[in-house]
């Protein structure tokens, strides 16, 4: 059984950075893909990105490509969302999760563990 624990949201501008970051426990953690996820109101959770067990390999929505970066540290066992050029379309509760299947992986049906969520506010 994994925990995840989402930190670093809060409220920025427009063509801010912020870093988030996501702390495991309970398990091996770099037997885990993990991936990050977003949630708007009123609107379905959607695949921000994602990382391999080992760290070698991301995968992105297209809607981040280029503006956020995922890395781990599977020493700390965390794994972060490093997020640039912030758009109020970012705004949105974002969450990481964690799966012991191989990626790369979208779906959110694919995650068997989930933190909390934490929130992001992109004001204009």
């Known amino acids: 059984q994994v925990q995840l624990v989402e930190s670093g949201g809060g409220l920025v501008q427009v063509g801010d950075s912020l870093k988030l970051s996501c702390a495991a426990s309970g398990g091996t953690f770099s037997y885990y893909f993990m991936g990050w996820f977003r949630q708007a109101p009123g609107q379905e959770r959607e695949f921000v990105g994602g990382?391999?067990?080992?760290?070698?390999?991301?995968y992105y929505a297209d809607s981040v490509k280029g503006r956020f970066i995922i890395s781990r540290d599977n020493a700390k066992n965390t794994v972060y969302l490093q997020m640039n050029s912030l758009k109020p379309e970012d705004t949105a509760v974002y969450y990481c999760?964690?799966?012991?299947?191989?990626?790369?992986?979208?779906?959110?049906?694919?995650?068997?563990?989930w933190g909390q969520g934490t929130q992001v506010t992109v004001s204009s």
């Open positions: 999760a964690a799966t012991i299947r191989v990626g790369p992986l979208k779906p959110s049906s694919d995650y068997s563990y």
């Open positions: 990382i391999s067990r080992s760290g070698a390999n991301t």
